[in-house]
């Protein structure tokens, strides 16, 4: 995840086109008017063999005679390309947009002798196969589109330069103005992941759209992502949502988590809304255009026609969102400036004759009531009222309004056949206007649900069970053996041994090989009810394809007619299949109960998956599901759940008391981390997975098996609690302390811990003094990437207290990372601090960063002394004579870090 050089690439102080060409309508002599056209500032050159001269300036033969210079656009034919490159990287550029087409792609291609010939030297590429880039705020147009973008703070980044192009056409109209707009082509170099990050830290850049067709690097993906959304909107639209990609899928979990879904369930996992189409993609910009996110979901609507509103009303419905209520006194005030006619309630209808003064009144009312969170006034045509009055109306008291309130509240506009006129009046009052009331609604629901998906990275998850204590060890045995095996699938008594490492209930199980083998073993549970019989094949996935289940078997005699007819049918049915025999189970029978599934499945994107919904032989016919990438936690497995219709069902009705929904939430939570310490699992089922008052049981489970080609948690998109790095150590007065990564659900921790930090060391570590211990300020240390930042807190192991933290968080432009170390001041002078550093140092060397710095206040004598005792290289601020600089070369700290 780097942003190396991004910004010489984006600003660059001259730029020269290869392949500029005097012929019209060619690509090169299209990107040298663009760049004329936007008056970049700066020097632009030409490098063209054939001719000297182009328009008026010069034209070098080759990149090897051109003066020092930032940035290249490569036009030029395909096979020129990497030599073009290297020549260039040779010289000093910083970056090149690739516009050329037809590099190829693999190994010896002419894109990957390109992108070698850039990494020698350091150098960025954009493309290649790309529209180029916009930056208007440098007035550099670096592309072939027809047109400049504005100026504006919303980042378009899009992997098609049709779209791109698009975009720009489409804003010009509007008004709307970009940071930069950014046309990926096959991504050679800068990925998508690579300018989410750089936009991320933009100051001038308020919002991000992004299209995409498809993501490499997922794990870069989502940590950018993450990152990005925390600080400001990311809005997606992804291509392709009705590839067939679960046509192959081998259990009911796989079929479930189609390819679309899962690239749904990662988008909703690090923050981002998510657009379907162009159209709402083109209402994102028109909102992100104008308005910044606010808090809330209630919706008052103004409007001079009740069937538009109603119609709105439906469609807020539809989308989730919240409809405010009116107070008697909000009422009141608008009885003071209404006619009578109006409605009295939420639409507020105005009445077809509503003129400029009474919107005005209307929405003054409107903002001023502390019962909504946002305004939709919309407005239809009448021969009874000028519309163009009532919209100047409605943007000179949104003015106004603007100007009393920080923030203002925000105002939606659908003014139905409206004009330039009424456009050009809400564009003033910075108010996002919308062609229908659908479009305005699902703008307004594009930022509810962007802060609700800031809340939900922000919030603090409940503590695991403290008596969950999987047993990966005993589990990896079964797995490892299927595997050696060669076998696809673990027979019942290898699931039977896996759910139990987990702690996750499933019926009992016994093998037979044959009807009397069946008739027998079943005699240990028929004292207690009757029994099941399935078939055990390990090529025979779903028993019901073959009739191989039998239920409610009372008496050894009806067993053995049963297992009979089990083996007799499947061997009929597939006589191809390897038949082991067959499985019998004691029946659980469970009053008023539910059947759900739960499971994990392997994406080739974003790898486990973890599903959830309605179970039963009909799941992929009533597709009720839900999905969600690991890890987990309680707080993401129940979000899980409440996204499915059953999960209604799992509270009390009539007579059915309430399921255990922390039960059916630690299934889920349970899958994931099987998931991460077993990585030779594929897929899960577990199906039916009865719960109830009681908690849950799984009645029947199938689990796929590969050979593993990494740890399960390198398979992970969201990288997931590094357990390897806890440890117990002794510190210099022989006492213990639990040394370990940091978890969200340490939050509670934190605030008794700088208790008991003396102000005084505190502001040594902030560089200020430190007032707000709120669950924001805490939340910054707890809800961390370990993808890009890793916190080790040190930890009494028999009371839990607190008590020090050393953090690292990697740096966007290159493999430096920046530390800090903080120790309660009661427990100062036992090596703590030491201790810490050395394992953030042991940290730094396993990921491969090569620097590790940071800043250190000079009266701050005690870090400049561990510093300098453990090889940091120590200097003077050059802006601040307060502070000096630390720096470690990671390569050169011996191991142990001393």
Not at 240 to 266: E, F, I, K, N
Not at 708 to 736: M, N, T, V
Not at 883 to 890: A, D, G, Q, S, T
Request: charged share 25%; hydrophobic share 45%; net charge neutral.
């Amino acid at each position: 995840m780097t942003t190396y050089r991004l910004d010489r690439l984006f600003a660059p102080r001259s730029v020269a086109v290869v392949g500029a060409s005097p012929r019209e309508r060619s690509v090169g002599r299209s990107i040298l008017r663009n760049l004329k056209d936007a008056q970049f500032p700066g020097p632009i050159r030409l490098v063209n063999p054939r001719h000297g001269e182009i328009e008026g300036i010069a034209a070098s033969k080759s990149v090897a005679d051109l003066p020092e210079t930032d940035l290249l656009v490569v036009a030029s034919p395909p096979d020129s390309v990497p030599g073009t490159i290297a020549e260039a990287g040779a010289r000093g550029t910083a970056g090149a947009v690739i516009v050329t087409s037809g590099l190829g792609d693999g190994p010896g291609s002419l894109a990957e002798a390109t992108e070698r010939a850039a990494r020698a030297h350091g150098m960025r590429l954009i493309g290649p196969n790309c529209l180029g880039i916009q930056i208007p705020g440098a007035k550099l147009n670096a592309s072939f589109a027809a047109r400049m973008s504005r100026p504006g703070d919303v980042a378009l980044i899009s992997q098609s330069g049709a779209v791109a192009a698009g975009l720009v056409e489409w804003a010009a109209q509007r008004s709307i103005g970009f940071s930069g707009l950014i046309s990926l082509g096959n991504q050679i170099d800068v990925d998508i992941a690579d300018l989410v990050d750089h936009y991320a830290a933009d100051r001038a850049t308020r919002s991000i759209l992004l299209y995409i067709e498809s993501i490499r690097d997922a794990r870069k993906f989502m940590s950018a992502a993450r990152a990005a959304a925390r600080v400001k909107p990311v809005i997606v639209v992804k291509s392709g949502r009705h590839a067939q990609g679960a046509a192959a899928a081998r259990t009911h979990t796989g079929a479930l988590a189609g390819s679309d879904a899962v690239y749904d369930a990662a988008f909703r996992r690090v923050g981002l809304v998510r657009a379907f189409d162009l159209d709402e993609l083109f209402d994102a910009a028109e909102t992100l255009g104008h308005l910044r996110p606010f808090p809330g979901n209630r919706l008052a609507i103004l409007t001079n026609g009740g069937g538009i509103g109603v119609l709105a009303v439906d469609r807020l419905m539809d989308l989730g969102g919240k409809l405010a209520s009116l107070s008697p006194e909000v009422v009141a005030a608008l009885d003071r400036v209404l006619p009578q006619v109006w409605s009295k309630a939420n639409p507020i209808d105005i009445s077809g004759d509503a003129d400029g003064a009474r919107y005005a009144a209307a929405i003054q009312a409107v903002l001023d009531d502390p019962g909504n969170d946002a305004v939709l006034a919309m407005n239809v045509p009448t021969a009874l009222a000028s519309s163009r009055d009532a919209a100047e109306a409605v943007a000179t008291t949104v003015r106004a309004h603007q100007g009393r309130r920080a923030p203002p509240k925000p105002v939606f506009a659908v003014w139905i056949g409206g004009t330039s006129g009424d456009t050009a009046a809400f564009e003033a009052a910075r108010i996002p206007n919308y062609g229908s009331e659908a479009d305005a609604v699902r703008s307004f629901m594009h930022l509810v649900r962007y802060r609700e998906g800031i809340d939900q990275l922000m919030r603090t998850p409940p503590a695991l069970p403290q008596d969950f204590r999987p047993d990966a060890a005993k589990a990896r045995q079964a797995v490892q053996r299927a595997v050696a095996e060669g076998r696809a699938w673990l027979d019942p008594l290898e699931i039977d041994a896996l759910m139990a490492a987990y702690d996750i209930p499933i019926a009992g199980v016994a093998l037979a090989r044959n009807a009397d083998d069946a008739a027998a073993v079943a005699k240990r549970w028929l004292g207690d009810g009757p029994v099941a019989l399935k078939i055990l094949s390990p090529d025979i996935v779903h028993k019901s394809d073959v009739d191989g289940v039998r239920l409610n078997l009372r008496d050894a005699t009806a067993v053995r007619e049963a297992a009979t007819g089990i083996l007799a049918r499947a061997r009929e049915l597939r006589p191809d299949a390897r038949i082991a025999g067959v499985t019998v189970h004691p029946m659980i029978v469970r009053p008023k109960t539910r059947e759900l599934i739960a499971g994990l499945a392997d994406d080739p994107t974003f790898g486990p998956v973890i599903a959830f919904g309605a179970g039963g032989t009909a799941v992929e016919a009533i597709a009720d599901k839900a999905l969600t990438l690991p890890p987990l936690d309680l707080a993401l497995a129940r979000d899980l759940i409440e996204r499915t219709r059953v999960s209604r069902i799992l509270h009390a009705y009539r007579d059915v008391p309430a399921a255990d929904l922390d039960a059916v939430a630690l299934v889920p939570v349970k899958l994931a981390t099987m998931a991460a310490e077993i990585p030779e699992i594929r897929e899960i089922d577990l199906n039916p997975l009865l719960v109830g008052a009681f908690g849950v049981v799984a009645l029947d489970a199938r689990v796929a098996v590969a050979p593993a080609a990494s740890e399960g948690a390198a398979r992970f998109a969201i990288r997931p609690y590094p357990k390897q790095w806890e440890r117990k150590e002794r510190l210099r007065d022989g006492s213990q302390v639990l040394v370990r990564p940091v978890k969200p659900e340490d939050e509670p921790l934190y605030p008794p811990f700088l208790g008991r930090v003396t102000s005084e060391d505190l502001r040594l570590r902030f560089f200020a003094p430190v007032k707000d211990v709120s669950h924001n300020f805490i939340a910054r240390f707890t809800q961390i990437d370990y993808a890009r930042a890793m916190a080790f807190v040190a930890i009494d192991p028999l009371t839990g207290e607190m008590f020090g933290v050393g953090r690292l968080h990697t740096s966007r432009q290159a493999n430096r990372a920046e530390y800090a170390v903080l120790v309660r001041s009661d427990f100062k002078g036992r090596g703590l601090g030491w201790l810490l550093m050395q394992q953030l140092i042991e940290y730094a060397r396993r990921e491969g960063i090569a620097i590790l710095h940071g800043e250190v206040l000079t009266e701050n004598t005690t870090m400049l002394r561990m510093c300098a005792e453990l090889g940091f290289r120590i200097t003077d601020s050059a802006d601040d004579s307060t502070v000096r600089y630390v720096e470690l070369n990671v390569a050169d700290a011996p191991p142990g870090g001393a």
